[in-house]
């Protein structure tokens, strides 16, 4: 069985500052990850994928996320936050076989402050 | 390219009705997949449904069924409404049981009262 551990269920950072979200995973074959953004009233946008190519994964506006199978975390990056990041983000991970359904973590909620 | 979308997008009914939820996929996708997201919470898995039949369930009780029609528009149908399933139902749609990226709509806001 698979599952997400998101460490931190709120995060604030000032603007201009690092962004730094926590993703732990768990699965029995090589997974699949991914981190997507959720904007107030909203449903979810991908931001970025890990899907057994290269190790560091660069995404939509500015973020990134390493994958590191001896951590088994998949943690999510921006060297400068902007106001505009504010929102939750979600990791996820999927099987890399077979339906593909997404196990998702609790979400962490971002606050960047001015 | 039009994206996921979903009607309607905000719904009550009360304890023991029935609703209908639906969902139109991303041009050229023909896998759809439902997903709940309760207030607080990460979206947990319903099912999937790929080429109109159902490609895998997650640990939801037989009251919540799905259809997926030709055109690859899905519904998601839930009998005897409680108050627990008041939630976000999402729905997102991939090219593919193999394609690994899953496409959400705006999803629907359910209130049970």
């Known amino acids: 069985a698979q599952s997400v551990t998101q460490l931190g269920s709120h995060v604030s950072v000032s603007e201009g500052a690092l962004v730094l979200l926590r993703c732990n995973y768990s699965?029995?074959?090589?997974?699949?990850l991914f981190w997507y953004v959720q904007y107030p009233n909203q449903g979810l946008q991908l931001l970025l994928k890990y899907t057994s190519a290269a190790t560091l994964v660069k995404g939509i506006n500015g973020f990134e996320a390493e994958f590191k199978k001896s951590e088994t975390s998949f943690h999510l990056t921006k060297p400068s936050a902007h106001m505009r990041d504010a929102a939750e983000y979600f990791c996820a991970v999927s099987e890399a076989t077979g339906r593909r359904a997404l196990t998702f973590g609790s979400g962490t909620r971002l606050q960047v402050q001015p | 390219e039009t994206g996921v979308t979903q009607s309607p997008t905000h719904l009550i009914k009360t304890r023991g009705q029935q609703v209908t939820l639906r969902c139109s996929s991303q041009?050229?996708?023909?896998?759809v997949s439902w997903y709940q997201q309760a207030l607080g919470q990460g979206p947990q898995f319903i099912f999937q449904y790929y080429r109109e039949e159902e490609n895998g369930r997650g640990n939801f009780p037989p009251r919540f069924s799905g259809l997926q029609f030709p055109n690859y528009s899905s519904e998601l149908n839930v009998n005897a409404l409680e108050l627990d399933d008041s939630a976000l139902y999402l729905c997102a749609s991939s090219l593919g049981t193999e394609q690994e990226t899953q496409y959400f709509g705006p999803g629907t806001r359910l209130l049970v009262l």
């Open positions: 041009s050229g996708h023909n896998t």
């Open positions: 699965s029995s074959v090589p997974p699949y």
